[in-house]
């Protein structure tokens, strides 16, 4: 007979947690929601979009247990994206925002101005300009056309070639 009123007991006490853990839930996805501002078309898809919640949040919780356990580098939080799918998050996140090219069809960007009174060549021959600095090389001659002594040239040019490439 006290193992019957034990498990009652049990019983009673676990369905009273379930309760309060099932208000906890609630209360977070009403938080959620009002923090992000979410609204949905019908009470169906907030229900998909609350048990995505709860299990992105689930996912969260367990990865931050492992931080705390120091098996990774970083915390995971709940963002807006909460209650989208993985997917969804990519697709909205990568790709053409429609919203922007309806809103203006004017260009919203810079315009190209030519430069006044620069006459530029129509035509560059770049093999005589890779001669004519291969000639400055041997001639030990800088790219800007300063002769050098051998030794400083070429820590010259390191230096140079070292600020070129940054």
């Not at 007991?9 to 309760?19: F, I, K, P, R």
């Not at 609350?50 to 992105?56: E, P, R, V």
């Not at 909460?82 to 203006?104: A, P, R």
């Not at 050098?148 to 820590?155: C, G, I, N, Y």
């Amino acid at each position: 007979m006290k193992s019957v009123v034990a498990l009652l007991l049990l019983a009673v006490v676990v369905t009273g947690q379930a309760v309060s853990f099932s208000k906890i839930l609630d209360a977070e996805w009403f938080i959620f929601k009002a923090h992000h501002k979410k609204v949905y078309k019908s009470p169906i898809e907030e229900g998909y979009r609350m048990k995505i919640f709860l299990d992105n949040k689930r996912k969260i919780v367990e990865h931050n247990r492992r931080y705390e356990m120091k098996e990774v580098g970083y915390k995971l939080g709940m963002n807006k994206y909460g209650d989208m799918l993985h997917h969804e998050v990519i697709n909205t996140l990568n790709g053409f925002n429609k919203s922007v090219s309806e809103v203006s069809q004017q260009s919203v960007g810079a315009t190209f101005i030519e430069p006044a009174n620069v006459e530029l060549p129509t035509e560059v021959d770049w093999k005589k300009k890779v001669l004519s600095l291969q000639l400055r090389i041997k001639d030990n001659v800088d790219p800007a056309g300063h002769s050098l002594q051998p030794e400083l040239w070429k820590d010259n040019i390191l230096d140079k070639l070292a600020f070129w490439c940054h």
